[in-house]
T-cell receptor, first 114, second 111 residues
């Protein structure tokens, strides 16, 4: 069974440019998470989807961040415009959606904003 | 505020030695606690999961303990190997809540 797939693995952009990350969760997993992880810290939740519905986006900086999961499978996270402080690893995770289910993480996208 | 704290921040041990990592949390109500291993450049991978009624869980050389009364957990690694070098993240979830991640402990195992 394939794990959570993310692309690109690495992205270097200049500040004020847009950037997008893509995630394909494990087949059959209804819940999808986007996290941001700064160096030396644990992941911080940005947004959680149950199928195509964003059920928790309270930590998503909505002035510049947006996300979508149109068909309840793949998801895209976008930043426009990027700022220097957005440099981090962006992790996508998925789970079956049952209460307390383990999350399975992708390898992450490492973003560097210059 | 729901928080998870971990100690030490980093740890260096020699191959073959044992070590114990600590996790303290204030998440309430409590549902379960997980320990994840995160290799450099990779996403976290679940090692153990414990619910309120469980006080110990093993996965090979990894043994996690939970004291729900004092809200503390530990992860003990026996006979460490070079491949154990990674960050170990404690994650606590409450009923109907999102997961609260600790900052992790960075373990380095030296030959």
């Amino acid at each position: 069974e394939a794990g959570v797939v993310q692309s690109p693995r690495y992205k270097i952009i200049e500040k004020k440019q847009p950037v997008a990350f893509w995630c394909n969760p494990i087949s059959g997993h209804n819940t999808l998470y986007w996290y941001r992880q700064n160096l030396g810290q644990g992941p911080e939740l940005l947004i959680r989807y149950e199928n195509e519905e964003a059920v928790d986006d309270s930590q998503l900086p909505k002035d510049r961040f947006s996300a979508e999961r149109l068909k309840g499978v793949d998801s895209t996270l976008k930043i426009q415009p990027a700022e220097l402080g957005d440099s981090a690893v962006y992790l996508c995770a998925s789970s079956r959606g049952l209460a307390g289910e383990t999350q399975y993480f992708g390898p992450g996208t490492r973003l560097l904003v210059l | 505020k729901n928080q998870v704290e971990q100690s030490p921040q980093s740890l260096i041990i020699l191959e073959g030695k044992n070590c114990t990592l600590q996790c303290n949390y204030t998440v309430s109500p409590f549902s379960n606690l997980r320990w994840y291993k995160q290799d450099t450049g990779r996403g976290p991978v679940s090692l153990t999961i414990m619910t309120f009624s469980e006080n110990t869980k093993s996965n090979g050389r990894y043994t996690a303990t939970l004291d729900a009364d004092t809200k503390q957990s530990s992860l003990h690694i026996t006979a460490s190997q070079l491949s154990d070098s990674a960050s170990y993240i404690c994650v606590v979830s409450g009923y109907g809540q999102n997961f609260v991640f600790g900052p992790g402990t960075r373990l380095s195992v030296l030959p």
